[in-house]
């Protein structure tokens, strides 16, 4: 597996880019994970970094981008945060991924049996969570608008998914770059959500 330098970043097309990690999570998925010499790929990354995709994802220890997707070093920018929520930090993050170094698809990826999830479900509040739980909050009228009567475990479901949405709208009502580089289509933008119990990664897609 060959490290990415300028020329082939900018070869990639935005859907070759979501190909790439489904590809890769299909390799993680058979246990076929590409054999990289990685020590070889930290000298080939000493000097610039191309990677081809963005990952906004929780910081839950079983949801590691670069193993789920099985990527090397300079493949992927990794932004981890609980509840993969969009705050300013990570609109800049993921600008500086896409505008200034290149990336060609940013992922929101959620994923099931998120404790910030069922933390904003419940509504848990301790110490600084509820900068997260009341991001994630924000979604749940809109659910219960359609379902009344929703079980609690289906509810955590549901918030699961609509919170990527959610992400994927914040980041391109609230940066005009992101939302320019989409439209000329430049990048792309989409939701995922991991699965824990199986390694499966489905994109949202329209
Ligand atoms: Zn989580």
Known sequence: MR????????????????????????????????NRNLLQQVNDTSES???????IS???SRTSAELIFDQGLGDVFSIRIAGNVINEDILASTEFGCKVVGAKVVVVLGHTSCGA???AVDDVDLGHLHFITKKIQRCIPKIKATDKFISPSDLVTSVTTENVIQGVQDLKARSSILEE????????IVGGVYDVSSGVVTFLEA
Not at 3 to 29: M, S, V, Y
Not at 49 to 55: E, G, L, R, S
Not at 181 to 188: A, D, G, L, V, W
């Open 3 to 34: 490290t990415l330098t300028k020329e082939l970043q900018q070869d990639i097309t935005p859907q070759r880019a979501i190909d790439l990690l489904k590809e890769g999570n299909q390799r993680f998925l058979n246990n076929l994970k590409f």
């Open 49 to 55: 970094q191309h990677p081809f995709a963005v990952i």
């Open 58 to 60: 929780c910081m839950d």
């Open 117 to 119: 999830i069922k933390g």
């Open 181 to 188: 580089m989409e439209y000329t289509k430049k990048i792309k």
